[in-house]
């Protein structure tokens, strides 16, 4: 009895731990209302104080990244890498970052490792697919968009992507399933894609 006592008192405090909600920070707020400007502002300063914070180098980085400035943002996420080497969001951020600079070597690079750490998202194995996807790897492209759904069975995006492969591999059946799994997931575009392909 004492000991189920234990157990609930445990996980009052685990609630009530987890209903408390940090603080929102000035730069969070500017950067929800797309003020990416003031964002960047905010972040800046609070990095005067605590450089190493690799949370508010990642953000400032997202709010470069918003306003295109992606060397300004590549050098802050490089930074947060650099403190904190499996940091999921920041290996996912510059995969992301590259693959919109068409650096898809690279973009696979960031994906990959981030995908090797365990207990990785889904995104990490579907970032690492669209690298492959780009750079012409359908076979390796194929597995990762697989792997990504293995992990999330409601991406509705990786089964997007994989149907479209599947679309240029001749694979029409098998995309044509992928598509309205995507469809049922209500992943925009799915709907156009099954419309013009399968009939």
């Not at 300004?72 to 590259?98: G, H, R």
């Amino acid at each position: 009895m004492k000991k189920l006592f234990q157990v609930s008192m445990i996980i009052t405090m685990i609630s009530l731990v987890l209903a408390c909600k940090p603080e929102v920070s000035p730069g969070d707020q500017f950067f929800a209302k797309g003020q990416f400007e003031q964002a960047i502002e905010a972040y800046s300063q609070k990095l005067e104080f605590s450089p190493n914070d690799v949370r508010i180098l990642y953000n400032r980085g997202r709010a470069f990244e918003e306003m295109k400035k992606y060397e300004e943002a590549k050098s802050d996420f490089d930074k947060a890498l650099t403190l904190d080497p499996n940091n999921f969001q920041v290996l996912l951020s510059l995969a992301n970052l590259n693959h919109k600079q068409k650096k898809y070597n690279a973009a696979l690079l960031y994906a990959n490792k981030a995908a090797e750490i365990p207990g990785a998202p889904a995104m990490a194995s579907f970032m690492k697919a669209r690298a492959q996807h780009q750079l012409g790897d359908t076979k390796e492209a194929l597995a990762s968009y697989g792997q990504a759904i293995q992990i999330d069975k409601d991406f509705g995006q990786a089964y997007y992507n994989r149907g479209l492969l599947k679309i240029a591999t001749g694979r029409i059946g098998s995309a044509c399933e992928d598509f309205q799994l995507a469809l049922a997931l209500e992943y925009p575009g799915a709907q156009e894609a099954s419309n013009k392909y399968c009939k």
